[in-house]
């Protein structure tokens, strides 16, 4: 089992910046990866930003892709996004996931769809006004 945590939403106005937090508790293998995704009510869960514990492997929705920045601290056991400029339609439940089965080796792939995530935070809240 892995637990998560998410931490750092709020309300922003926008074009400000917000920086989340994902502290994982539990066993983690240097062949997992972990994901950002966030959601509305009524709406499936969307990809957002993903990064491998391990291997210099990220990837970026194209929405966010040039504001947003994932990373990650092993010591500290916790994945970073930073969110720049901001904008109403990043307005989101925010949560992380866990890939059990994301590299092979040294290879990994990031995948953007929630199937793939087996362990789940109970998000953080990002509201952008105009």
């Known amino acids: 089992q892995v637990q998560l945590v998410e931490s750092g939403g709020g309300l922003v106005q926008a074009g400000g910046s917000l920086r989340l937090s994902c502290v994982a508790s539990?066993?983690?293998?240097?062949?997992?990866?972990m994901g950002w995704f966030r959601q509305n009510a009524g709406k499936e869960r969307e990809f957002v930003a993903g990064i491998a514990w391990q291997y210099p492997y990220t990837l970026y929705s194209d929405s966010v892709k040039g504001r947003f920045t994932i990373s990650v601290d092993n010591h500290r056991r916790t994945v970073y996004l930073q969110m720049n400029n901001l904008q109403p339609e990043d307005t989101a439940a925010y949560y992380c996931?866990?890939?059990?089965?994301?590299?092979?080796?040294?290879?990994?792939?990031?995948?953007?769809?929630?199937?793939?995530?087996?362990?789940w935070g109970q998000g953080t809240q990002v509201t952008v006004s105009s």
């Open positions: 996931g866990t890939d059990r089965e994301a590299c092979s080796g040294s290879i990994c792939k990031i995948e953007n769809t929630p199937e793939h995530y087996r362990y």
């Open positions: 539990g066993r983690i293998w240097t062949n997992d990866a």
